[in-house]
C-alpha cells in the first residue's frame, strides 16, 4: 500500500472488545475471476441474507466468470510479507515509500499432485483473479467493501504453481506460490464464520470437468461419444459413467432453445448416446451440456 494520511484524523483509538474473531491457519483458497465477462465485480453482498445455498451455487455457476474455483487442502503454507520500502538519508532520517508485498505459498498433496491438476492451475495466471482464504476453523476470509465482501486481489503475473515429484523421502506435490496485489489495504480483510456462512467453507469442491471423445453421428437421428475426466492413464481415463437423461442438456447452439432428447449409456461404460425426439437440422448447431452438481462439461457440433 503506498503512503497517504488523513489530515483531518488524529490518532486512533485502541479500545478492544473482551473477544474478537481471529483468522487462523490457512488451509484452502477460492479462486474467483475479480471481473465476470459482463463486466460485474465478483464479490458478496453482505445486504443480502446468506441462505444454505449461497455458496454452493457459486461453486457450481454456469457461468465460468462467476464462478468460484475453491483449492485446497494446503500443507505447509506461509504467508511472508517483505520489508517496508524507505528512502533513507545519510542523516539516517527515513522517509516511507510503500509497503513490502505480501506473498502466499503452499504444498498440494495427494490427488491434487498430478500432471493435469498442474495445466488447470498454470492457466489460471491468463486471468486477473482474486481469492478468499479458507482457515482450518472454515471461516471464509475476504476484502469489506462497504456492503460487500470482495476476494483478496492477486498479482497475477506472479501465480506460480510447479510440480515436485516423490522421493524417497518426500510425497508428490504441487507447489503454489504467488504475490497479492502490492496495493491491497489488509487493514480492510473480515471474516465470515461457518455459522454466519451456513456452512463450513473447508467443504467446498470445485468441479470436475467431462471431457468428449470418441465422437460419431448416425446421419440426423443420433450422437454417440465418450465421455471421460481428465484423470486416469494415458490409456485408461477415469470415466464418467452413469449419467442419465436428466443429467444433460440438449440446446440449438444458435438459438439456446432446450430440445426434447433421450441420453441412454450404451453396454460400454462411459458412451452415450443422444437421441433427439425429432431429426437434427443438417447445418445446425447444437450443443450437450452436463447437467449435473459437481460437474462441468459441453460439446458444440453440426448436425
Not at 483509538?13 to 473482551?18: D, K
Not at 491457519?25 to 441462505?51: C, E, F, Q
Not at 515509500?97 to 490427488?111: K, T, Y
Not at 451456513?198 to 460419431?216: A, C, E, P
Amino acid at each position: 500500500m503506498a503512503i497517504g494520511c488523513n489530515c483531518s484524523a488524529g490518532l486512533s483509538n485502541t479500545g478492544q472488545p473482551n473477544c474478537v474473531t481471529l483468522q487462523s491457519v490457512t488451509s484452502k483458497l477460492i479462486l474467483v475471476p475479480l471481473k465476470a465477462n459482463d463486466g460485474t465485480l465478483n464479490r458478496i453482498t453482505l445486504a443480502t441474507p446468506i441462505t444454505a445455498t449461497t455458496f454452493t451455487s457459486l461453486t457450481n455457476h454456469l457461468d465460468p466468470s462467476k464462478r468460484w474455483y475453491p483449492v485446497g487442502a494446503f500443507e505447509n503454507v506461509e504467508m511472508p510479507k517483505a520489508d517496508s520500502i524507505f528512502e533513507e538519508a545519510n542523516s539516517g532520517r527515513k522517509a516511507f515509500l510503500r509497503q513490502g508485498v505480501r506473498s502466499f505459498a503452499g504444498e498440494l498433496w495427494s490427488n491434487y499432485a498430478t500432471p493435469q491438476f498442474l495445466g488447470k492451475l498454470l492457466a489460471d495466471r491468463c486471468v486477473a483473479f482474486g481469492v478468499y482464504i479458507i482457515d482450518v476453523n472454515g471461516n471464509l476470509v475476504g476484502s469489506n467493501d462497504g456492503t460487500y465482501l470482495s476476494p483478496i486481489p492477486v498479482d497475477n503475473a506472479s501465480f506460480d504453481p510447479k510440480l515436485m515429484f516423490a522421493t524417497d523421502s518426500t510425497t508428490g506435490k504441487i507447489m503454489v506460490a504467488f504475490d497479492f496485489d502490492r496495493l491491497f489495504d489488509e487493514s480492510t480483510l473480515w471474516i465470515i464464520t461457518p455459522t454466519e456462512g451456513l456452512i463450513d467453507f473447508n467443504i467446498l469442491t470445485g468441479l470436475m470437468d467431462v471431457n468428449f471423445t470418441n465422437i460419431v453421428t448416425s446421419g440426423l437421428t443420433a450422437f454417440t461419444f465418450k465421455a471421460v475426466l481428465s484423470y486416469g492413464t494415458a490409456i485408461n481415463p477415469l470415466l464418467y459413467t452413469g449419467a442419465l437423461t436428466t443429467e444433460w442438456i440438449l440446446t440449438n447452439y444458435v438459438t439456446g432453445v432446450v430440445l426434447p432428447a433421450t441420453t441412454t449409456e450404451t453396454s460400454v461404460a462411459g458412451t452415450y448416446t443422444i437421441t433427439p425426439t425429432a431429426p437434427f437440422v443438417a447445418g445446425t448447431q447444437y450443443k450437450l451440456r452436463v447437467n449435473k452438481v459437481g460437474f462441468d462439461g459441453a460439446r458444440i457440433w453440426t448436425a
